[in-house]
């Protein structure tokens, strides 16, 4: 099975087919999607100028996607390192068992759903790298209120997520599912009244 790397030389390479070039684009989706590889794909569409169901686009708006796609890799591959030497070093020093932190970075682990977006057509407008480098200063800092990608306090706790966990507090500002640990347990207090007051609206 081609890596990475790999596609991302067939997207570039001149000689392949079209087909092929935007197929390998799609394909770089199962190793890295920040957003699920729905919404990931539609992300790249919008901003790349093609359509998601174009069969021939532009080849340099297949390479601009590709490269948006490989900076926002780089900033999470960076992260996973930093994340994995600090892992071994709180096991030296004798913490074994990971905390709810550790529990939402498993789940992420390799950049698949970092920042998951359960409705496909619903998410953020700006880079997938400045994302992730918002989301990442959230996740090393102390809990806030809001929002750590667009800073949105209209955040709604959802329990019928398509994507592991099945459940947590949504952003209707731009559309990702809030990692837990950025959230004070007041903000997620807040998430969940609002989910009830949707919930009593429709009954």
């Not at 001149?14 to 794909?41: I, V």
């Not at 960076?78 to 030497?85: Q, W």
């Not at 949504?170 to 207090?189: D, K, R, W």
Request: glycine residues 6%; hydrophobic residues 40%; charged residues 30%.
């Amino acid at each position: 099975m081609a890596g990475f790397r790999s596609l991302a030389r067939q997207v570039r390479d001149p000689r392949c087919d079209l087909a092929l070039r935007r197929y390998s684009l799609r394909k770089c989706l199962e190793r890295f999607a920040p957003y699920g590889h729905r919404a990931t794909w539609d992300h790249l569409c919008s901003r790349h100028g093609f359509g998601p169901e174009d069969r021939a686009p532009d080849p340099a708006r297949l390479v601009a996607a590709l490269e948006e796609l490989e900076e926002a890799r780089a900033v999470w591959l960076a992260y996973e390192v930093e994340f994995a030497e600090r892992r071994k070093r709180e096991k030296h020093d004798g913490l074994r068992r990971p905390g709810s932190f550790d529990d939402w970075h498993r789940r992420t682990w390799g950049g698949f759903g970092v920042a998951w977006c359960d409705d496909p057509a619903a998410h953020p407008a700006a880079s997938l790298a400045e994302v992730l480098r918002g989301l990442i200063s959230a996740l090393e800092s102390e809990p806030g209120e809001h929002c750590p990608v667009c800073a949105s306090s209209r955040i709604v706790w959802r329990q019928d997520l398509v994507h592991e966990p099945w459940f947590g507090p949504v952003c209707t500002g731009c559309g990702i599912l809030v990692p837990q640990p950025v959230l004070t347990p007041e903000a997620l207090s807040r998430a969940k009244r609002a989910r009830r007051r949707e919930l009593a609206s429709v009954a």
